[in-house]
């Protein structure tokens, strides 16, 4: 993984107040890249979290209305944004008041970044 990638999500980790984790992983759940703060927010990372949200995202996309793009949970203490890239998932995990619009508007400023890894999980 290229180090001016992981700086760069790093940066936005830093931009964004009260976010605490950016998470790629592939479709399975396998983490790809993580950059976070200190604080431990594991809950939202487990194996079977990922693929949970690929499996709501399939289901979601059948109500007719489209293909899925973003699932936004909200939790007493956490919230929880992830974007469909296939062949990636993103996820952000920030505090209960972190702006889930800035958030959101990272989706169109990541995607230069996300092609080198789309390419990188295709090609394995």
């Known amino acids: 993984m290229s180090d001016d990638i992981k700086k760069y999500f790093n940066g936005l980790l830093q931009k964004v107040s009260g976010l605490y984790v950016i998470q790629i992983t592939d479709r399975d759940g396998v983490p790809l890249l993580r950059v976070s703060q200190e604080k431990n927010l594991d809950f939202a990372l487990m194996p079977s979290f990922i693929p949970t ?12 209305l489209g293909r899925n793009k973003t699932i936004i949970s909200m939790y007493s203490n956490y919230q ?19 702006n889930t619009g800035h958030i959101l508007a990272l989706e169109k400023q990541v995607d230069g970044y996300l092609e080198d890894i789309k390419q990188a999980v295709t090609e394995a």
């Open 53 to 64: 949200f690929t499996t709501a995202c399939d289901q979601a996309s059948k109500l007719g």
């Open 80 to 98: 929880v944004v992830q974007m469909n890239k296939l062949p990636l998932i993103l996820t952000f995990v920030g505090a209960e008041n972190c």
